[in-house]
């Protein structure tokens, strides 16, 4: 099993790699423990487990703000843009993984970097559940 989540995080990073322009990192996550199962940084002083960590309690504190709110909604992802940066965290359908990504504002299309995460959230808690 751990060679084939292994094989699976490796997959998809090299897909991200190749997919979205201007990618400075990407992570994937567990929500519960915080713990990354793999991570890619195009940018050597950019750490995506301590970004992806930090932003571990981002999603939890919206989850709770969304229950707090009696919302029935799920969140489909969370964005914060910097002034040179986008970051999009992607949360799973199960809300136990998400998917973090950082990505050069002038070079990324946001659209297109929502489609690519949706894509692969549901392959994510599949392959990681």
Known sequence: MA???TDFVG??????KSEVHGLIAVSIVELKTGMTF??????KSF??????????????????AVEALGLSDQIEDI???LTNQIHLIKVA??????????????????GMARVILRKYSEEIEKNLA
């Open 3 to 5: 060679t084939q989540t």
């Open 11 to 16: 997959e998809f990073i090299d897909q991200i």
């Open 38 to 43: 793999g991570s890619f940084s195009a940018v």
């Open 47 to 64: 750490d995506p487990e301590l970004a992806s960590a930090y932003n571990v309690e981002v999603v939890k504190a919206k989850l709770n």
């Open 79 to 81: 964005l914060i843009t």
């Open 93 to 110: 359908p199960n809300q136990k993984f998400f998917i973090y990504l950082a990505a050069d504002s002038s070079k990324a299309n946001l």
